[in-house]
């Protein structure tokens, strides 16, 4: 398993249109795909786990990803997380 975490810097935090655009990432991959936040854990690969969720500016959010393109998922999501100034890498 592989983990990430980061830390929700968009004014709006993770809002339909990107939540949207990063579930249907998530599910082009096989691996399970799992996005923690507020002492929660949701199916990133859910669009009503993710905006049930409610993620604001500030929040910390974790994503796992576990599966036999787990590596390759993270990296995707991370890279869309960043280029669409979702948010940032946290400091451990």
Same mark, same amino acid.
């Given at each position: 398993?592989?983990?990430?975490?980061?830390?929700?810097?968009?004014? =709006?935090?993770?809002?339909? +249109?990107?939540?949207?655009?990063?579930?249907?990432?998530?599910?082009?991959?096989?691996? !399970?795909?799992?996005?923690?936040?507020?002492?929660?854990?949701?199916?990133?690969?859910?669009?009503?786990?993710?905006?049930?969720?409610?993620? =604001?500016?500030?929040? +910390?959010?974790?994503?796992?990803?576990?599966? +036999?393109?787990?590596?390759?998922?993270?990296?995707?999501?991370?890279?869309?997380?960043?280029?669409?100034?979702?948010? +940032?890498?946290?400091? !451990?």
């Amino acid at each position: 398993m592989l983990k990430k975490s980061f830390l929700v810097t968009s004014e =709006y935090g993770i809002h339909a +249109r990107p939540a949207t655009r990063l579930v249907n990432l998530a599910m082009s991959f096989e691996s !399970e795909i799992d996005l923690s936040a507020m002492g929660k854990t949701i199916n990133l690969k859910s669009i009503m786990g993710l905006m049930s969720l409610g993620v =604001y500016k500030g929040e +910390r959010v974790t994503i796992s990803c576990e599966g +036999r393109d787990e590596a390759e998922a993270l990296e995707k999501i991370t890279d869309f997380i960043m280029a669409e100034s979702i948010g +940032r890498l946290a400091d !451990e």
